[in-house]
């Protein structure tokens, strides 16, 4: 869908500013952006979040885990190896740290964007 590069720190700023519900914002289309720049199907945005209220945040700490390892295939693409970044991701989020995943995330898609056009299949 194109390049949807986003500020972090501002990210950050209005989740604190909006009391997290800025964060859940940011994580549906941090979710959709991801799946976008990996042309890969998977739970929309939306229904992640709907599946994380209903489970109390489990299953956030399910995508987050996720995340981290689609953050390994997107590294993969442009060269850089990370390994097990959905464990770290993991981790930080049981620590009850979510808006820090969401920062290193979009951090990470961000460069992707930097590094390949938009709109271009590398697959």
Request: proline share 2%.
């Amino acid at each position: 869908m194109g390049n949807r590069e986003r500020n972090v720190a501002l990210s950050i700023v209005f989740t604190i500013l909006t009391c997290g519900i800025y964060g859940w914002y940011w994580m549906v289309v941090l979710n959709d952006d991801m799946l976008d720049a990996l042309n890969e199907d998977g739970t929309s945005g939306g229904l992640v979040l709907v599946l994380s209220l209903v489970t109390c945040g489990i299953y956030g700490l399910y995508w987050m885990y996720q995340t981290g390892r689609r953050v390994d295939r997107l590294n993969a693409r442009y060269g850089r190896h990370t390994d097990n970044s959905g464990l770290l991701y993991l981790i930080i989020g049981i620590l009850g740290l979510s808006i820090v995943v969401y920062g290193v995330a979009q951090n990470e898609l961000n460069q992707y964007y930097r590094n390949f056009p938009p709109y271009y299949d590398y697959q």
